[in-house]
């Protein structure tokens, strides 16, 4: 059977918020150290400190927004130990992640001009588990208020004069777990209390005010954390990760089955139950959709790559990598009214990064490269999409699409989510005279990764196989793709 995806173009949804595109960097790991920073003093190429090659790799995809420190990481720092001279700052033992010596190099200062490197927002997550009301509002002073306060003249101190007007701002993670363990009214109650205390210095730049959401499906989170929080707050997040069997043996990153592909395809599209599950329970408590939803943690999490320290979670990325991004950025899209952002976890080498580095080698990873491929739907309008075909497995069509109108261009991206088989697929198209089209894919195995051996393996290419056909277009879709329709009026 042939695939078919309906498309109108006079039928227009939500605009996607370019946030859907974000990112998490985590003190975990190779993320932050070796990672994005290697500090001014390294042979790496590096910009007060930060690696070169890998901003401008991240500036190509058009990060929109970078969360920061944490993860677990969040509700253990302690923003004051990351400021001032390098050679003063305290050292910790990150408990979450490896037992390490955290030596605070990397801290407010270097997170803020990295994200101004890569040209993107920053989003900084708050300690509500190990923290105070007053650390965290004055951590909110330190970096956006324009006043003569002490708080604000460390800053002054410390090389920065102008505040940095940070905007997207989360009261703690995962506060049901490694956040503090707590029940969601003792949570909810906590969110209000320090809420209160971040404080918008102007007019201007508000704080946007993230509560901590559910893990999956913990239904009872959200109620409760809305009922008490939800007038309070301007998101609320969701976590979901895809790992293939369960937390205790996760499957590994390289070695898989059709099977196993399979199960991992199962397991992604779970999402999409859990964001209407967690939508509709918020619309109890906010009809009008005033609280967008933020799922800032999603991604592949596999055993680690064998050798490694597991607290690092370091792991490989393959085409099957691609093929769960692609699944997850289409569905984000297609609830472009209510998700407001989506965080990939890790940026780079930890979880489903974008980037793997070895000392002064980079390679990007099969699920950059679907990064790249969606970057024009950010900021584009919603052009919600039918689509008839046969399941690869229980739940899980063979062609995956969202599609997005912007500056008179339509840009359609699809997977054949099938390892095996290609698929031929008929785009009918309303309300839009087909004059020219242009195609990128990323296509190869299941199993095909790039390695710093073989470092270009998969990457993207550009594909002659779309025609116009009566009323749209037609294509054939190899087994395994993730495509980017680019057509013009
Ligand atoms: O991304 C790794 C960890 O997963 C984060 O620190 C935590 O928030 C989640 O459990």
Request: aromatic content about 10%; glycine content about 10%.
């Amino acid at each position: 059977m042939s695939a078919k995806i309906r498309l109108n173009a006079a039928n227009t949804g939500a605009v996607i918020n370019r946030n859907i595109y974000g990112h998490f960097s985590e003190h975990l790991g190779r993320c932050i150290y070796g990672g994005l920073y290697v500090g001014e003093d390294s042979p790496i190429p590096n910009k007060k400190g930060m690696r070169t090659d890998v901003v401008e790799a991240l500036r190509h995809i058009k990060v929109p927004v970078l969360r920061w420190p944490g993860g677990c990481f969040a509700d253990e720092y302690h923003w004051e130990d990351g400021i001032g001279p390098k050679e003063t700052r305290k050292r910790m033992v990150n408990t979450n992640w490896g037992g390490v010596v955290e030596d605070n190099s990397f801290g407010t200062h270097e997170f803020l001009e990295l994200c101004e490197q890569i040209g993107c927002e920053p989003y900084i997550n708050g300690n509500v588990g190990s923290g105070t009301v007053r650390e965290m509002s004055e951590w909110v002073e330190y970096l956006n208020s324009p006043g003569d306060s002490t708080v604000v003249q460390r800053r002054w101190a410390n090389g920065r004069k102008e505040p940095w007007n940070v905007k997207y701002w989360g009261v703690g993670n995962e506060n049901w777990g490694c956040g503090g363990s707590m029940r969601p009214e003792y949570y909810g109650d906590l969110y209000r209390r320090f809420n209160t205390f971040c404080r918008n210095y102007t007019k201007e730049h508000p704080l946007y005010r993230i509560a901590c959401g559910p893990n999956v499906d913990d239904w009872a989170w959200m109620d409760g954390v809305m009922k008490v929080a939800g007038r309070h707050c301007d998101a609320i997040t969701l976590h979901y990760y895809t790992h293939p069997h369960g937390w205790e043996e996760k499957g590994s990153a390289t070695v898989f089955d059709d099977e196993e592909y399979y199960l991992t395809m199962r397991k992604t599209v779970k999402m999409a139950d859990l964001i209407k599950g967690h939508l509709a329970i918020m619309d109890k408590y906010d009809p009008k959709h005033k609280v967008g939803l933020i799922v800032d943690e999603w991604g592949t999490w596999y055993n680690v790559e064998p050798g490694t320290n597991p607290g690092f979670l370091y792991q490989q990325n393959t085409m099957r990598d691609a093929i769960v991004a692609a699944i997850n950025l289409n569905l984000f899209n297609s609830h472009a009214d209510r998700v407001v952002m989506a965080n990939l976890a890790q940026m780079v080498n930890v979880l489903q990064s974008v980037i793997l580095t070895d000392g002064d080698q980079m390679i990007l990873t099969p699920t950059y490269h679907v990064f790249d491929l969606f970057k024009a739907h950010q900021d584009a309008t919603l052009i919600p999409s039918e689509v008839e075909c046969a399941e690869v497995t229980e739940g899980v069509k063979q062609v995956n699409v969202s599609a997005s109108m912007k500056d008179g261009a339509l840009t359609i991206t699809a997977a054949n989510v099938s390892c095996t088989a290609a698929e031929d697929v008929l785009v009918e198209l309303e309300g839009f005279e087909v004059q020219n089209v242009a195609a990128r894919i990323l296509t190869g195995d299941m199993h095909d990764m790039n390695t710093f051996e073989e470092q270009n393996k998969v990457h993207i290419v550009d594909f002659g196989g779309v025609e116009k056909a009566e009323g749209g277009l037609k294509l054939t879709l190899p087994a395994c793709s993730v495509v980017e329709i680019t057509v013009r009026g």
